[in-house]
């Protein structure tokens, strides 16, 4: 029996490396997003309120910046964008820079080999960040994009800083952060 137009399940030996590469990528560009809280919850005017002290708009911004993270990366990398629609070669550097981020450090599965060793990720981490900085300076729009990231994380941090944490999940955004990694539930045995 035949099953003409029927679309295999699994991907076969057949299937090209970079359409599974592709695939892959966009399964887990899609479970980062969806990790985004809804907007309206972000822009939510009745949750903003001064913080009675500093510590307080620390632990806020801590907080929020566990669980606003992926709504405040889309922020910064909006504002960031909008800095360089005045500069287009700049635009096409940044976007070029970040398609060799994403295909060399966030999107692979296996370590990264040259010349038959393996490659660890911090080599490449300081490589690609080290890379980026010389494309940028060698653009006319570095002090643009310094400033837009400026801006961007002063938004990110007046907002994190005023904006109430009481109804932020407690499973979800209040666990220990590190950075902007946070550890959530009961500690590691």
């Known amino acids: 029996m035949t099953t003409y137009g029927a679309i295999p399940a699994s991907s076969s030996p057949l299937q090209s490396p970079s359409l ?11 479970s980062d997003i969806a990790q985004c809280r809804p907007w309206r919850q972000v822009l939510d005017h009745r949750a903003l309120s001064v913080p009675p002290g500093y510590y307080d708009a620390l632990s806020r911004l801590r907080a929020n910046l566990s669980y606003f993270r992926t709504n405040y990366a889309i922020v910064i990398l909006l ?14 550097v940044l976007v070029v820079t970040m398609a060799a981020w994403l295909y060399l450090y966030f999107l692979r599965d296996e370590p990264l080999a040259a010349f038959g060793r ?3 990720d911090r080599v490449v981490l300081g490589v690609l960040s080290v890379l980026t900085l010389v494309f940028l300076f ?3 729009a570095t002090v643009n994009i310094l400033v837009a990231l400026l801006v961007a994380a002063a938004v990110v941090a007046v907002h994190g800083a005023f904006r109430r944490t009481d109804d932020v999940d407690e499973e979800e955004g ?16």
């Open 174 to 189: 209040g666990g220990q952060t590190r950075g902007l990694m946070t550890t959530v539930g009961s500690s590691p045995s």
């Open 138 to 140: 060698l653009t006319d």
């Open 79 to 92: 504002v960031v964008f909008l800095s360089l629609l005045w500069h287009p070669i700049s635009l096409i």
């Open 20 to 30: 599974d590469y592709i695939s892959r990528a966009r399964d887990r560009i899609k």
């Open 118 to 120: 393996a490659v660890d």
